[in-house]
T-cell receptor, first 116, second 112 residues
Framework: DTGVSQDPRHKITKRGQNVTFRCDPI?????LYWYRQTLGQGPEFLTY????????KSRLLSDRFSAERPKGSFSTLEIQRTEQGDSAMYLC??????????????FGPGTRLLVL | KQEVTQIPAALSVPEGENLVLNCSFT??????LQWFRQDPGKGLTSLLL?????REQTSGRLNASLDKSSGRSTLYIAASQPGDSATYLC???????????FGKGITLSVRP
């Protein structure tokens, strides 16, 4: 168990560019979540997957955002035409749903995005 | 809509003090509640998870309690150490198939 990993850890981009982040969950976990966190705030939910199915999307997730989880393994989060307001820490979490004692969400280190 | 509040936003205590961090939520119909620790610029580390049917959970010097009817949870830290300095967030889950809703966190500083 190597934990949840995210890549890259930091990304600086210019407004209008597209960026893509990757998350590798804990291997046996069937749920994968994306959250966004700005300074001084708690994480805000963006979307989550059960295996490869995207089950819920937040209203925060505009049409410039898209997430995938092909084959129910790693996930990618793409932001098109980035805006300065997209600057935040993007956090990925995974969990094993189905057993109430194992539903702890484990978070990755995050990808910090700065849009100039 | 579920709202989670953590007050105060920051807390500074001398080393060795026992302390309580509070979390309140507006909708008592929760599935579980989780406490996390976050170090500056880092991801979240899960500390304790309390199911809706439980009243408390313990791990080492940490004890978390849950009172669903009053919409409150507390995280008790015994014999605080400078290494406990971090931001502590609580989060609630409404149902088995729902997301976590987080508070803004309490930034704790433990002075040597």
């Amino acid at each position: 168990d190597t934990g949840v990993s995210q890549d890259p850890r930091h990304k600086i981009t210019k407004r209008g560019q597209n960026v893509t982040f990757r998350c590798d969950p804990i291997s046996e976990h069937n749920r994968l979540y994306w959250y966004r966190q700005t300074l001084g705030q708690g994480p805000e939910f963006l979307t989550y997957f059960q295996n490869e199915a995207q089950l819920e999307k937040s209203r925060l997730l505009s049409d410039r955002f898209s997430a995938e989880r092909p084959k129910g393994s790693f996930s990618t989060l793409e932001i098109q035409r980035t805006e300065q307001g997209d600057s935040a820490m993007y956090l990925c979490a995974s969990s094993l749903e189905g057993s109430r004692t194992q539903e702890t969400q484990y978070f990755g280190p995050g990808t910090r995005l700065l849009v100039l | 809509k579920q709202e989670v509040t953590q007050i105060p936003a920051a807390l500074s205590v001398p080393e060795g003090e026992n302390l309580v961090l509070n979390c309140s939520f507006t909708d008592s119909a929760i599935y579980n509640l989780q406490w996390f620790r976050q170090d500056p610029g880092k991801g979240l580390t899960s500390l304790l998870l309390i199911q809706s049917s439980q009243r408390e959970q313990t791990s080492g010097r940490l004890n978390a309690s849950l009172d669903k009817s009053s919409g409150r949870s507390t995280l008790y830290i015994a014999a605080s150490q400078p290494g406990d300095s971090a931001t502590y967030l609580c989060a609630v889950k409404r149902g088995a198939n729902s997301k976590l809703t987080f508070g803004k966190g309490i930034t704790l500083s433990v002075r040597p």
